[in-house]
Nanobody, 122 residues
Framework: VQLQASGGGLVQAGGSLRLSCAAS????????MGWFRQAPGKEREFVAA????????GYTDSVKGRFTISRDNAKNTLYLQMNSLKPEDTAVYYC????????????????WGQGTLVTVSS
């Protein structure tokens, strides 16, 4: 499966963005999906994950209550709604596909998108 992330941009603190991840090549419903991010000078970290059907989700503590992961399998698209953005959310955001369930470890993801940059100004 090929993944294409989009929707990044520059936003002020407190603002919102919605990231999208379009899949092609194979149907998205075959995979559990995740979002990761890499801030400047830092390692890539887990942000959120969702099961194949979308009935279960998981989040890293720093985004709970602010970010929502969702998917539309009919449109072969994964989303990340980001509200109440903070400067520390500035990073390149990556979508990824895994066979494993609600996996937080990067090594368990087999397919990765190219990343989309989110910049939050203070």
């Amino acid at each position: 499966v090929q993944l294409q992330a989009s929707g990044g941009g520059l936003v002020q603190a407190g603002g919102s963005l919605r990231l999208s991840c379009a899949a092609s090549g194979r149907t998205l419903s075959l995979y559990n999906m995740g979002w990761f991010r890499q801030a400047p000078g830092k390692e890539r970290e887990f942000v959120a994950a969702i099961t194949r059907s979308g009935d279960s989700t998981g989040y890293t503590d720093s985004v709970k209550g602010r970010f929502t992961i969702s998917r539309d399998n009919a449109k072969n698209t994964l989303y990340l709604q980001m509200n109440s953005l903070k400067p520390e959310d500035t990073a390149v955001y990556y979508c990824a596909a895994a066979a494993a369930y609600l996996e937080r470890r990067q090594g368990q993801y087999n397919y990765w998108g190219q990343g989309t940059l989110v910049t939050v100004s203070s």
